[in-house]
């Protein structure tokens, strides 16, 4: 989704700053755009497309600016093209860029233009240069008239501005939006998404919702809601160089599929004893908290909602309590009854996704006993707000299809279910055998990549549909629900997700001799129900490709069985995972899409 950066510095800011947009190409866009204010003149320069295509018009003009903003847009509010690409400015003067929505934008339109402005694009955020230019014209000082401004608008924001006549000064505010602070040498940054700027500062602060900051090349300061100057805490940063570069793979979701071993390795490390789940993993106080939990209530949004219904079942077996699952987008518009006792979990890869952070607010006015977050990305909003979490440890996922973020999900969900038993003193031969499995995991996962083979002698019959059904039972559906996400998202194939017992409910009608048809048959208690099922679509001619293993005995005739590693009853759902992805990356490779950035599809969601 859209990307902000800023930058004042003692050297040329526009390699910065296309850099930085570069970096943050993975969050999903569909324009840039960067202004420069240099010394003799502004420069705005736009381009719907790629970075690179504004890249090039930035070189042919070999601009020299000491300060500068730019942004990436994934279209909200009008359609995808030059006019609507930021920045965005008022009068030659104030130029920003916006990332989120402004929900009162008719309303500040039809006051512009009783005041005169002339709107020029369909955004709501252009509405943000003209009332800043606005306030400017009492207040004379674009801080104030930043802060001014601001009173103005409902909704989520991140902004950076510039202003023609200040020279060496951008300016920022942050509201539901994520911003920070980067400190460099004699260079200071804005920036929505660390990564924009992990390479030439480690050291940033995170702004808080009502926090405005100025920065000039020797000085960065951040002032609250209040206009009082305050210290936001310092954060270190590292990011590896090969965090954010594909290095030998052909994309980040390759990269990323076959990082996972090591990723559940981080996830798991420091938080699993020799028979069970340490003490206070999700932070202090937790394991006592933990005690009192009778339900469980997980809200998320996509592959991170997947996550929670595959977990479920874990929550059900070795906690013994019922658990509850919403997608964060319908959660709080449902009036949900909290009963006593109930803890509140949030999932998220990228811990900015405004349909979860929303719920997640929601809950804090709800008597929940607490809200736990599982969160890959330490410094989000979700991993503030919330009273326990614990990290997935995956390192920065890129590729817009969540591969390694679902994975180490689910080992994280898995360890919350072991230490909220621990804390009930419940099931302890179950919670040995599943941090048994889980150690286990890593191992078996470079086995299921050894099916590579395989699954590519598949791959042709599938890319050549263009539907798809997946089938699983029981924890195996979610499972099923997650490749269908993941063939969707980034091949455009329609695939679909159905509990195997529902086909003949209707979906029984699809099969034919064309579609294709995805199993999950692991050695589970439902594995022979499972195979009735399959031979409803063997007897209508369908096409049966089925991952199982040496109990799911099963004769095709059209079609083929992956043989998958002997696993664990609790890693079992994180390695039938993996052969899925595989199948997805693979079809899509043969389809030729942009499958790390796939078309419509943001990377991380900040808007409702
Ligand atoms: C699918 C995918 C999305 C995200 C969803 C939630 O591959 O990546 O469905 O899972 O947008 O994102 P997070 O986990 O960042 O809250």
Same mark, same amino acid.
């Given at each position: 989704?859209?990307?902000?950066?800023?930058?004042?510095?003692?050297?040329?800011?526009?390699?910065?700053?296309?850099?930085?947009?570069?970096?943050?190409?993975?969050?999903?866009?569909?324009?840039?755009?960067?202004?420069?204010?240099?010394?003799?003149?502004?420069?705005?320069?736009?381009?719907?497309?790629?970075?690179?295509?504004?890249?090039?018009?930035?070189?042919?003009?070999?601009?020299?600016?000491?300060?500068?903003?730019?942004?990436?847009?994934?279209?909200?509010?009008?359609?995808?093209?030059? &006019?609507?690409?930021?920045?965005?400015?008022?009068?030659?003067?104030?130029?920003?860029?916006?990332?989120?929505?402004?929900?009162?934008?008719?309303?500040?339109?039809?006051?512009?233009?009783?005041?005169?402005?002339?709107?020029?694009?369909?955004?709501?955020?252009?509405?943000?240069?003209?009332?800043?230019?606005?306030?400017?014209?009492?207040?004379?000082?674009?801080?104030?008239?930043?802060?001014?401004?601001?009173?103005?608008?409902?909704?989520?924001?991140?902004?950076?501005?510039?202003?023609?006549?200040?020279?060496?000064?951008?300016?920022?505010?942050?509201?539901?939006?994520?911003?920070?602070?980067?400190?460099?040498?004699?260079?200071?940054?804005?920036?929505?998404?660390?990564?924009?700027?992990?390479?030439?500062?480690?050291?940033?602060?995170?702004?808080?919702?009502?926090?405005?900051?100025?920065?000039?090349?020797?000085?960065?300061?951040?002032?609250?809601?209040?206009? #009082?100057?305050?210290?936001?805490?310092?954060?270190?940063? +590292?990011?590896?160089?090969?965090?954010?570069?594909?290095?030998?793979?052909?994309?980040?979701?390759?990269?990323?599929?076959?990082?996972?071993?090591?990723?559940?390795?981080?996830?798991?490390?420091?938080?699993?004893?020799?028979?069970?789940?340490? @003490?206070?993993?999700?932070?202090?106080?937790?394991?006592?908290?933990?005690?009192?939990?009778?339900?469980?209530?997980?809200?998320?949004?996509?592959?991170?909602?997947? *996550?929670?219904?595959?977990?479920?079942?874990?929550?059900?077996?070795?906690?013994?309590?019922?658990?509850?699952?919403?997608?964060?987008? +319908?959660?709080?518009?449902?009036?949900?009854?909290?009963?006593?006792?109930?803890?509140?979990?949030?999932?998220?890869?990228?811990?900015?996704? #405004?349909?979860?952070?929303?719920?997640?607010?929601?809950?804090?006015? &709800?008597?929940?006993?607490?809200?736990?977050?599982?969160?890959?990305?330490?410094?989000?909003?979700?991993?503030? &707000?919330?009273?326990?979490?614990?990290?997935?440890?995956?390192?920065?996922?890129?590729?817009?299809?969540?591969?390694?973020?679902?994975?180490?999900?689910?080992?994280?969900?898995?360890?919350?279910?072991?230490?909220?038993?621990?804390?009930?003193?419940?099931?302890?031969?179950?919670?040995?055998?599943?941090?048994?499995?889980?150690?286990?995991?890593?191992?078996?996962?470079?086995?299921?990549?050894?099916?590579? @083979?395989?699954?590519?002698?598949?791959?042709?019959?599938?890319?050549?549909?263009?539907?798809?059904?997946?089938?699983?039972?029981?924890?195996?559906?979610?499972? #099923?629900?997650?490749?269908?996400?993941?063939?969707?998202?980034?091949?455009?194939?329609?695939?679909?997700?159905?509990?195997?017992?529902?086909?003949?409910?209707?979906?029984? *009608?699809?099969?034919?001799?064309?579609?294709?048809?995805?199993?999950?048959?692991?050695?589970?208690?439902?594995?022979?129900?499972?195979?009735?099922?399959?031979?409803?679509?063997?007897?209508?001619?369908?096409?049966?490709?089925?991952?199982?293993?040496?109990?799911?005995?099963?004769?095709?005739?059209?079609?083929?069985?992956?043989?998958?590693?002997?696993?664990?009853?609790?890693?079992?759902?994180?390695?039938?995972?993996?052969?899925?992805?595989?199948?997805?990356?693979?079809?899509?490779?043969?389809?030729?899409?942009?499958?790390?950035?796939?078309?419509?599809?943001?990377?991380?969601?900040?808007?409702?």
């Amino acid at each position: 989704m859209c990307g902000i950066i800023g930058a004042a510095s003692s050297r040329s800011v526009g390699k910065i700053l296309i850099k930085g947009l570069q970096l943050m190409e993975y969050r999903g866009y569909d324009s840039a755009g960067v202004v420069l204010n240099k010394e003799e003149e502004i420069l705005r320069l736009r381009s719907l497309g790629k970075v690179s295509k504004l890249e090039d018009l930035m070189i042919s003009k070999k601009p020299r600016a000491l300060s500068g903003i730019a942004h990436t847009r994934w279209a909200t509010h009008g359609a995808p093209s030059e &006019e609507n690409a930021h920045p965005h400015g008022s009068h030659d003067d104030i130029f920003i860029v916006h990332n989120g929505i402004i929900e009162n934008h008719e309303e500040i339109r039809d006051f512009l233009r009783k005041e005169s402005y002339e709107v020029t694009s369909e955004t709501d955020s252009e509405l943000i240069a003209h009332l800043i230019h606005f306030y400017n014209k009492d207040t004379k000082d674009t801080l104030k008239a930043l802060m001014r401004a601001t009173k103005d608008l409902k909704g989520a924001y991140s902004i950076a501005a510039v202003s023609q006549k200040e020279k060496g000064k951008v300016y920022a505010a942050r509201q539901k939006s994520p911003l920070l602070v980067g400190i460099g040498i004699e260079e200071n940054f804005i920036a929505s998404d660390p990564l924009a700027i992990v390479n030439i500062t480690e050291k940033f602060h995170m702004l808080e919702d009502g926090d405005f900051s100025v920065i000039t090349k020797d000085d960065a300061v951040i002032f609250d809601n209040t206009g #009082a100057k305050v210290d936001r805490d310092e954060l270190k940063i +590292e990011a590896t160089a090969t965090a954010t570069t594909k290095g030998d793979y052909k994309h980040f979701m390759e990269k990323e599929i076959y990082e996972q071993p090591e990723c559940i390795g981080n996830t798991i490390n420091g938080r699993l004893g020799e028979n069970d789940v340490l @003490d206070n993993v999700f932070g202090l106080g937790s394991s006592d908290a933990f005690r009192e939990v009778k339900r469980i209530h997980f809200v998320a949004c996509g592959t991170s909602l997947h *996550a929670a219904k595959t977990a479920r079942k874990w929550f059900e077996d070795i906690c013994e309590i019922p658990c509850y699952i919403d997608f964060a987008s +319908e959660y709080r518009y449902r009036n949900p009854i909290v009963e006593n006792n109930t803890l509140f979990v949030t999932i998220s890869q990228s811990g900015e996704t #405004a349909d979860t952070l929303a719920a997640l607010n929601y809950a804090k006015e &709800e008597k929940y006993i607490g809200i736990v977050s599982i969160c890959n990305v330490p410094t989000s909003t979700m991993a503030r &707000e919330s009273d326990w979490k614990v990290f997935t440890n995956a390192g920065p996922e890129i590729g817009v299809a969540s591969t390694k973020a679902f994975t180490t999900q689910l080992a994280a969900l898995l360890i919350l279910a072991l230490s909220i038993a621990k804390s009930q003193e419940k099931n302890p031969e179950k919670r040995k055998q599943a941090a048994q499995d889980l150690r286990e995991t890593p191992a078996l996962i470079e086995k299921a990549f050894k099916l590579k @083979d395989e699954i590519n002698s598949i791959t042709n019959n599938i890319s050549s549909n263009d539907n798809a059904l997946f089938l699983g039972r029981g924890m195996y559906f979610s499972i #099923a629900q997650e490749g269908a996400l993941k063939l969707k998202e980034i091949s455009y194939i329609h695939a679909e997700a159905y509990p195997a017992g529902e086909l003949k409910h209707g979906p029984l *009608a699809l099969v034919d001799e064309t579609i294709p048809v995805i199993a999950l048959a692991p050695e589970d208690s439902l594995v022979e129900k499972l195979l009735s099922n399959l031979e409803e679509v063997k007897a209508r001619g369908g096409t049966l490709y089925v991952f199982g293993n040496s109990s799911s005995t099963i004769e095709i005739k059209k079609g083929k069985f992956i043989n998958m590693p002997e696993c664990g009853d609790f890693n079992a759902p994180i390695v039938y995972t993996i052969p899925l992805q595989i199948l997805a990356y693979e079809v899509a490779c043969l389809r030729g899409t942009d499958l790390d950035q796939p078309r419509n599809l943001a990377k991380s969601v900040t808007v409702e």
